[in-house]
């Protein structure tokens, strides 16, 4: 079964960190470009990190560059996201998605996982 499913989310003090795993089963994980978005009620889905799926080349949306770390473990199938230094605007629904590398058309989306940052 193809399926990418996100884990880690939670609530948070601001300031603090947490850490989302995305476990990715039923296809060529490593043919891949992970990405993490983000969306808040009402607004569109958003995107916050990317890594390739050749040479790990990482890129971020301004907002959180020098707060989160995006990172893959092909051996584990396993995307994260490294969150720091948490901030109440950060609060929102994240998704895990995939991208193949030659089939850009051939998508994957998680559930979804609730980060709330608050004190």
């Known amino acids: 079964q193809v399926r990418l499913v996100e884990s880690g989310g939670g609530l948070v003090q601001p300031g603090g960190s947490l850490r989302l795993s995305c476990a990715a089963s039923?296809?060529?994980?490593?043919?891949?470009?992970m990405s993490w978005y983000r969306q808040a009620p009402g607004k569109e889905r958003e995107l916050v990190a990317t890594?390739?799926?050749?040479?790990?080349?990482?890129t971020y949306t301004d907002s959180v560059k020098g707060r989160f770390t995006i990172s893959r473990d092909n051996a584990k199938n396993t995307v994260y996201l490294q969150m720091n230094s948490l901030k109440p605007e950060d609060t929102t629904v994240y998704y895990c998605?995939?991208?193949?590398?030659?089939?850009?058309?051939?998508?994957?989306w998680g559930q979804g996982t609730q980060v709330t940052v608050s004190s």
């Open positions: 890594i390739t799926a050749v040479g790990g080349t990482t």
């Open positions: 998605h995939a991208r193949h590398l030659t089939r850009p058309w051939s998508v994957l």
């Open positions: 039923g296809f060529t994980f490593s043919n891949y470009a």
